[in-house]
């Protein structure tokens, strides 16, 4: 494999058994990235709003709050806060935070992120469970345009499609994205870049 000098993918698929974790070990990942840089955007996107403030309550929140404070950076508000903001409290003067967000997608809607900036980590969990009226491939195309600048050409973000095996093969449109992931790389990516990164 040889390095090419910039980002290719988007992200991962990940596809899973049930209760094999891989959604918990995501949200963990989320919050390493989220705390090694300044000014990140993650966020939880799933099947519908539900779903995601119960990955964020009972799963996110949690291993957060174990965090050990002395590798805990400073944040504004408790221990249970609706969106973990890695600022200075208010009244914290001269005091430099990472100005990172961590929070979850309150709809599971195709356009819910249309103008919003990814340049953080973003699980997207049980797609394949997502409502009949939700078209998770254009919800994937408003999301993708928001992870990255000039059509792909500047990849800001990562993501990772989360779905057990069963709801992969009984999703038309969650197959569609499993069998063409190769389509996330972007657009200035040749076959023979493709090939030559391949051997």
Not at 34 to 59: L, M, P, Q, V
Not at 88 to 112: C, H, Q, W
């Amino acid at each position: 494999m040889k390095d090419m000098g910039m980002r290719l993918f988007y992200g991962d698929i990940h596809p899973k058994s049930r209760r094999n974790g891989s959604t918990i070990m995501s949200l963990n990942d989320m919050i390493e990235e989220s705390e090694r840089d300044f000014g990140i955007y993650s966020t939880i996107i799933s099947k519908d709003g539900e779903a995601t403030e119960e990955h964020y309550n009972t799963h996110l929140l949690p291993a957060w709050a174990e965090r050990p404070l002395f590798i805990k950076p400073i944040w504004y508000g408790g221990n249970s806060p609706k969106q973990i903001k890695y600022f200075p409290p208010r009244n914290a003067f001269m005091v430099e935070g990472l100005k990172s967000v961590i929070d979850y997608t309150v709809s599971g809607g195709e356009l819910k992120k249309v103008g919003s900036k990814f340049n953080g980590y973003i699980s997207f969990d049980e797609e394949g469970d997502s409502a009949a009226n939700i078209d998770v491939l254009a919800r994937w195309d408003a999301n993708k345009n928001a992870m990255a600048l000039g059509d792909g050409s500047i990849i800001l973000g990562y993501c990772s499609h989360i779905s057990t095996v069963e709801e992969i093969n009984s999703s038309e449109r969650l197959t569609w994205i499993c069998l063409n992931f190769l389509t996330f790389i972007r657009g200035v990516i040749t076959d023979k870049l493709l090939r030559d990164w391949a051997q």
